[in-house]
């Protein structure tokens, strides 16, 4: 006899507990926020995932071009003339002790812009990626902004000294060699600001 009080009462706060849930809207309002909470950053996660695919698939869509592009402003010839000319790039040797001269043909009308594409081309390094490039001259003093890709894996001061090398230096010979460029000075950016090793 003295269970039966305590098994009654429980049952009387389980039966009053269930009534109270079914007459108000609580329950509703309380599950709503879970669910919401859940499904939002599963559907936000999947948004950034596909809006940063295309970006990057559609990049290299452009022939044989490296996952590099090179962005220029208001340069409009690639239609109206596709005249080529030989170019002379410079690249690192295997023993990482001296620049060997190559020959490669490009746009005439986007020359040098096309010429450092050939460089960065042939300087691809594990677990480091550029998402473009531009190439700027003023007063003989050429500025070629590298960006890196927000997922490279590495980063400019993470390359080797060899690599380093191979990449600015490359980048630099080609620049200042070539004849008609006027080039006499060579400054590498990431997005505006000043590579620093």
């Given amino acids: 006899m003295a269970r039966f009080p305590n098994v009654f009462l429980g049952l009387l706060v389980a039966v009053g507990l269930t009534l109270a849930g079914c007459n108000g809207t609580e329950p509703t309002d309380v599950a709503a926020p879970p669910s919401t909470t859940v499904e939002e950053p599963a559907a936000e996660t999947e948004d950034y995932g596909e809006d940063t695919i295309p970006e990057v698939t559609s990049e290299p869509g452009d022939g044989d071009q490296p996952p590099v592009s090179a962005q220029s402003d208001g340069v409009d010839g690639a239609d109206a003339d596709t005249e080529m000319v030989a170019v002379s790039i410079y690249v690192m040797d295997d023993s990482c002790s001296d620049f060997q001269a190559e020959s490669v043909e490009v746009l005439a009308d986007q020359a040098m812009t096309k010429a450092v ?31 890196l890709a927000e997922d490279s894996e590495r980063q400019f001061s993470s390359l080797s000294s060899c690599e380093q090398q191979g990449l ?12 008609t460029w006027q080039v006499n000075q060579v400054e590498f950016t990431n997005r505006g600001a000043e590579i620093v090793l």
């Fill in 117 to 147: 594409g050939e460089v960065l081309d042939r300087h691809r390094f594990e677990s480091f990626k550029l998402s473009g490039y531009r190439v700027n001259v003023e007063d003989s003093k050429a500025i070629v902004d590298l960006r």
């Fill in 168 to 179: 600015f230096g490359g980048l630099e010979e080609t620049l200042i060699q070539h004849p």
